[in-house]
């Protein structure tokens, strides 16, 4: 055929949006007569390309049932084609064959030469040759546990003299997957000493790539994969050698972001924020603090002020999937086991972090300290006006102590705080002595709640919802690019749904319409008579948007109405309930600081301080950092409790 490589038909996956364009081009193919010798190991490869469309029944559109049917016996018949010239592949021809195949086909010959068995016919000294001509041929042999399993050795081998191969053991072990790659196996040869010399191997070698050495740091043990402390030091330094390099060349190019603080007087609103060159700038007026400086107001800054949390008293702190772009979402390298945020993230921390700092300063001023608010909050106000036990308890540094000693004395208070809730919705009282029965932490997810099904979650276990959540609310859904609001840009189809009101079906172009007619078949959208699209529904849509946005949505801050419509969603199955003090975002936010048994990028601000293992006592502005964000998540979770208890208290008032 001697065709173009470009101009070959290649089958990815039956998730890929490009099977239309390959379908396209294999219509000719389908429809004329094939040569009865064919003698390009690429045409055969291309041959069964063109039946795995069929085997997985994707077919263009605008094929008929009668040209489905022709094509597809006419794509069975190239099987017993590229049956028979892969059988015939042996030690005389494997290599001419190999060094001739496309890019896009490696995939597919290593398949055939597993599903065929014809590893039976091929010597190890041909695989060995063969990775000597195309080293990244390892990836595909080792997606064949028949391949691994026979050419054992001459792999194991080649894995410990590349340093490379660090990058292989590692996405087996720690990165995500994010594209859904084949599994990778292993020789059996290769030991746990060889992964270690590899990986080790790889920190020091020129071509040791910056993005996985952060994941080497924070791996995890595995029953075969044991990184050294050592080694982990290792891969630490380098990354902090390569960040400065890179900083150090190129700084003055990057995109730079952050925020500002500032609490000025005389100005007419109580909080403001605006972007200049990249700088977030929030302004918070000091008279208003002024005026209003009982210590629970105060408290509550920390919601009307700084907006810890949102009008459903969700934590607005955590790294959410939603606010993630793109790229974030798609682009580099990152461990399955990591927290995962963005830019969005980053400038939120940055935020909260500086006003937990400022604000601690402004209350000085005033003449209080954030811990004493906080402590009478919790141990004065919440008796009285929530119910919670007399005899709560919470102990707060001196003013005078170092910074390692405040973080020292507060970390253990916070996970009393936590026990004496725990217990509290258990019994409803705080038994001090029962209390002490128990010495290790509490899971962030044990904590429970007063509240049944208080959290609603969206249930990404069913195929169909996901997709329905990826037609409304994914930046990527096919539903917002229509004329006349393309150049709006709208992030999402609800957004364009919310925002205009004539959006006509007739304007879509027909490979748009089958998703129309599928949110239409689902009630989310009807299309009447004139073409104009409605939503019958928006109670349903708002549920799922605050869902997506915010990953959760709390049951009882939804008025009645609204209550009763996501009852009906829970008996679909589009949602369901939890409960637990904290929504499974918050659990995520207070575990990626405080421990790792969750996250391997967390910063493991409890073991550090119990265990000893935490920066030197000179590093005061570790330690004050450290402090800080105590005093954050502490001021956090009793947000949390108190939000618990008052939606308990008006439960318990409806029912009397």
């Given at each position: 055929m001697n065709k173009p490589d470009r101009d070959r038909?290649?089958?990815?996956?039956?998730?890929?949006?490009?099977?239309?364009?390959?379908l396209s081009k294999a219509e000719s193919l389908l429809n004329s007569e094939l040569a009865e010798d064919i003698e390009d190991i690429n045409d055969i490869l291309e041959l069964y390309n063109i039946s795995l469309f069929f085997d997985n029944a994707i077919h263009l559109k605008s094929w008929s049932h009668a040209h489905i049917a022709k094509y597809k016996a006419k794509a069975n018949t190239f099987k017993d084609i590229v049956r028979k010239f892969i059988t015939n592949i042996d030690d005389g021809n494997f290599l001419p064959y190999f060094t001739s195949i496309s890019y896009n086909y490696y995939g597919s010959f290593w398949e055939l030469i597993n599903n065929y068995q014809q590893f039976k016919k091929i010597s190890s000294s041909q695989i060995e040759r063969a990775l000597e001509e195309v080293p990244h041929q390892i990836r595909n042999l080792l997606s064949h546990k028949n391949l691994v399993n026979?050419?054992?050795?001459?792999?194991?081998?080649?894995?410990?003299?590349?340093?490379?191969?660090a990058e292989l053991l590692l996405s087996i072990y720690e990165v995500e997957d994010i594209f859904n790659k084949d599994q990778l196996y292993l020789p059996s040869s290769l030991t746990i000493q060889d992964k270690e010399n590899i990986i080790s191997s790889y920190i020091e070698s020129e071509h040791c790539n910056t993005n996985y050495l952060p994941i080497i740091q924070n791996a995890k043990k595995h029953s075969d994969l044991r990184i050294s402390d050592k080694t982990k030091l290792a891969a630490k330094r380098k990354y902090q050698e390569n960040i400065k390099e890179f900083f150090d060349n190129g700084s003055n190019s990057l995109f730079k972001y952050g925020v500002a603080i500032s609490y000025p007087e005389n100005t007419p609103k109580v909080k403001h924020a605006r972007i200049e060159q990249g700088i977030v700038h929030y302004e918070y007026s000091l008279d208003y603090i002024k005026e209003n400086c009982g210590p629970y107001i105060l408290y509550r800054n920390f919601k009307t002020l700084f907006e810890y949390m949102d009008e459903q008293n969700i934590m607005t702190l955590p790294s959410k999937e939603s606010q993630l772009g793109v790229f974030e979402r798609t682009l580099g390298i990152r461990s399955k086991n990591q927290y995962v945020f963005g830019v969005a993230f980053n400038q939120s921390e940055m935020a909260s972090m500086a006003q937990m700092y400022t604000y601690s300063n402004v209350l000085k001023d005033i003449g209080y300290s954030l811990e004493d608010i906080l402590k009478t909050v919790l141990i004065n106000v919440f008796p009285e006006l929530h119910g919670l036990p007399s005899n709560v308890n919470l102990t707060i540094p001196t003013a005078s102590a170092s910074a390692l000693e405040k973080v020292r004395t507060i970390a253990p208070e916070f996970e009393s705080i936590l026990k004496q809730y725990k217990l509290f919705v258990e019994n409803k009282q705080i038994d001090f002595e029962l209390l002490q029965m128990s010495s290790g932490p509490t899971a962030m997810k044990d904590i429970p709640s007063l509240n049944f099904n208080k959290y609603i979650y969206i249930n990404k276990e069913d195929k169909d919802v996901e997709f329905l959540i990826y037609l409304l609310f994914s930046d990527q859904t096919p539903l917002t690019y229509v004329e006349p609001f393309k150049y709006k840009q709208y992030?999402?189809?609800?957004?364009?749904?919310?925002?205009?009101?004539?959006?006509?079906?007739?304007?879509?172009?027909?490979?748009?319409?089958?998703?129309?007619?599928?949110?239409?078949?689902?009630?989310?959208?009807?299309?009447?008579?004139?073409?104009?699209?409605h939503v019958p529904n928006w109670n349903r849509v708002l549920i799922l948007r605050d869902i997506f946005?915010?990953?959760?949505?709390?049951?009882?801050?939804?008025?009645?109405d609204i209550q009763e419509e996501v009852m009906d969603m829970v008996k679909e199955g589009i949602v369901f309930f939890r409960s637990s003090l904290f929504a499974e975002s918050e659990q995520k936010y207070f575990n990626y600081y405080l421990n790792k048994s969750e996250f391997t990028n967390g910063l493991d601000l409890r073991n550090s301080y119990l265990h000893g293992t935490q920066a030197n006592p000179s590093e005061t502005d570790l330690h004050e950092n450290s402090y800080l964000l105590y005093l954050k998540i502490l001021t956090l979770a009793i947000l949390k409790i108190e939000d618990d208890l008052v939606i308990y208290n008006k439960r318990k008032t409806r029912l009397e």
């Open positions: 038909v290649v089958f990815h996956s039956i998730h890929d949006m490009s099977s239309g364009h390959y026979k050419y054992n050795l001459v792999i194991c081998e080649y894995l410990k003299s590349n340093p490379q191969s992030r999402n189809f609800v957004d364009l749904l919310v925002n205009e009101e004539e959006i006509s079906f007739s304007n879509y172009g027909k490979y748009q319409h089958e998703h129309l007619n599928y949110l239409n078949d689902k009630n989310y959208i009807s299309i009447d008579e004139t073409n104009w699209i946005e915010n990953e959760v949505a709390s049951f009882y801050h939804y008025p009645t």
